[in-house]
């Protein structure tokens, strides 16, 4: 009673500052449904999230926003447009594909199909991803108040600039600010250590800003700048990185190798940015020679400036597509050699594999998913050898099924990496619309070595407390996920709702008060809920 009370309390206080957030959020729509134009050659350019999950896996210069963009060299709508997923926001209700013709001229009429520019010397577009973020019970404890919710408006921007058929330009900012409408300024973990609240900024950066040099150079191509980074299921990286890039495309081979720092230059006006201390050395190749089918490998080594002995190196080979036009499949097979931060060396490996199964043509287009990840874990902590893997650190594990929304692929609530963890996956998927879907996702957790904690979990308990009642169960999750395009009829505006619980399992057994025989509580479950608005 006492944790439902709090959260209401929270909610409905007057706060101005979560006003103006609202506001923040409702001006995208309200210019949205006054169809103010973007340029004179108004067109539509979908996000990252309405491509395929056939997109190349390969890090690509990927806008944070694109569902707008302005042509400043003609004032012709394309012709031709990407392809979109299916059920994006510019699908027809039906989710079916339309092809419009015009008719023919009459006799005597002069028909000629205008010319279209080779290149567009300037494009620009502009828009929204604003999400509001709430936790409850990171700690697994409903006695102590560690619930959070912030609020995050956003509005963003970019600008490409082509002065030339082999030089391209491209400058993406970005204005937001993080504001906790709900949150403890002093919070004790249950490991005893005293937790303060983050300090919040306003912030105005550049996500991305770079130059590439293509065309004169083929078969290469060379980029350098700030740029984003993403693997197709954001399973090695997500985030923007300083690099420098040399890319090369042979026909069905493609391979890129980059250099890059997080924020080795700091791009923000506001928010003070800490000088990033880990060189990332980077290479990718793939093959798209099999039809619906890309196979692909890597190596990232990681090289720590701090004189830490870590130098982790991840390889791994990886394969996504369809098997039918039904079915579609994902595989990663990962290994972390090199040496830890004690100069043990890494033995440690990963999988994770899994299909989704559509069955089109049947009422409201259900799907079914099953997939398992495991990653190993450390046992011997004294040995020569570390078995422990670890992902890259990069990574957000955000991916789809078969719906609209990408979600926390592992677990919206415990949102762990995938480290000394075994993680079976369950889905099932339908669209009450065509622009609406619908995940129902359980997961089923088991460490893989008895452990006190989850390496970048969110949830701050520890495991294993209890001596006399040590166990690999963590738990069990639900995920429940909805995606809308076209909300409120407005088409450039999205909304994904993910919500997820942990309920979490014997490993988080603790003692319960002092004494000589204190007695052993039960942890209580997680929530988490993220709501993102798109526009």
């Known amino acids: 009673m006492t944790k439902t009370f709090d959260c209401e309390i929270a909610l409905n206080r007057p706060h101005r500052a979560a006003l103006f957030a609202a506001m923040w959020w409702i001006m995208p729509v309200v210019a949205a449904g006054a ?34 963009f302005g042509e400043a060299t003609t004032a012709a709508r394309p012709l031709l447009e990407p392809a979109r997923a299916e059920g994006s926001a510019a699908d027809p209700p039906t989710g079916t594909r339309i092809a419009q013709f015009a008719r023919p001229p009459g006799p005597g009429v002069d028909f000629t199909v ?17 999400p509001i973020r709430y936790r409850a019970n990171s700690d697994l404890n409903q006695r102590v108040r560690d619930n959070l919710l912030v609020l995050t408006p956003q509005l963003n921007g970019y600008i490409v600039y082509r002065p030339t058929d082999w030089i391209e330009a491209l400058l993406e900012v970005i204005a937001e600010w993080d504001y906790a409408a709900l949150e403890e300024k002093v919070v004790t973990l249950p490991g ?13 950066y550049a996500d991305q800003a770079y130059v590439r040099i293509k065309g004169v150079t083929e078969p290469f191509e060379f ?15 997500d985030l923007s ?9 042979l026909g069905y081979f493609h391979a890129e190798a980059s250099i890059a720092r997080p924020d080795l230059v700091n791009l923000d006006l506001i928010k003070p940015v800490t000088k990033g201390r880990i060189n990332y050395y980077m290479y990718y190749m793939e093959y798209r020679g099999i039809e619906d089918t890309r196979l692909a490998a890597y190596a990232i080594r990681h090289q720590d400036l701090d004189g830490t002995k870590a130098r982790p190196l991840n390889l791994g080979a990886r394969a996504t597509g369809f098997a039918t036009a039904d079915l579609s499949y994902w595989g990663e097979l990962a290994f972390l050699r090199g040496r830890d931060e004690f100069s043990r060396r890494f033995s440690g490996y990963a999988f994770d594999a899994g299909a989704t199964y559509r069955f089109e043509g049947a009422a409201l287009s259900p ?97 294993n407390q209890v001596d006399t009642r040590l166990s690999k169960d963590v738990g069990s999750g639900l995920d429940v996920v909805v995606g809308v395009r076209e909300l409120f009829g407005i ?33 209580d479950p997680a929530l988490a809920i993220v709501a993102k608005f798109w526009w």
């Not at 980029?223 to 990286?237: M, S, V």
């Open 367 to 463: 799907a079914v998913t099953l997939g398992y990840a495991y990653g190993t874990g450390n046992a011997d902590h004294g040995g020569a050898s570390n078995h422990e893997f670890r992902q890259t650190g990069l990574e957000s594990n955000e991916w789809r099924f078969a719906g609209i929304s990408r979600f926390k692929t592992y677990g919206e609530a415990l949102d762990p990496a995938l480290t000394n963890l075994g993680i079976l996956t369950m889905g099932f998927g339908f669209r009450p619309a065509g622009t609406i879907s619908v995940d129902l996702v359980y997961h089923r957790y088991r460490l893989s070595e008895i452990a006190d904690g989850i390496p970048a979990s969110a949830i701050t308990a520890r495991m």
């Open 223 to 237: 980029i350098a700048g700030r740029r984003n980074f993403e693997d197709d299921r954001r399973w090695l990286y």
């Open 192 to 204: 005893g250590q005293t937790k303060f609240a983050d300090k919040r900024y306003a912030s105005l």
């Open 35 to 68: 169809g103010f134009p973007v340029s004179a050659a108004d067109a539509t350019f979908e996000r990252p999230e309405a491509f395929t999950t056939g997109a190349p896996p390969v890090p690509v210069d990927n806008l944070s926003q694109r569902l707008h």
């Open 491 to 523: 088409r450039r505006l999205g909304l994904d709702l993910r919500t997820g619980w942990l309920f979490p399992g014997k490993a988080f057994l603790s003692y319960d008060g002092n004494g000589v025989n204190p007695g052993i509580r039960n942890p």
């Open 241 to 249: 990185l300083d690099a420098v890039t040399a890319r090369l495309k």
């Open 114 to 130: 205008p010319e279209l520019p080779q290149r567009l010397t300037y494009q620009y577009g502009y828009g929204s991803e604003s």
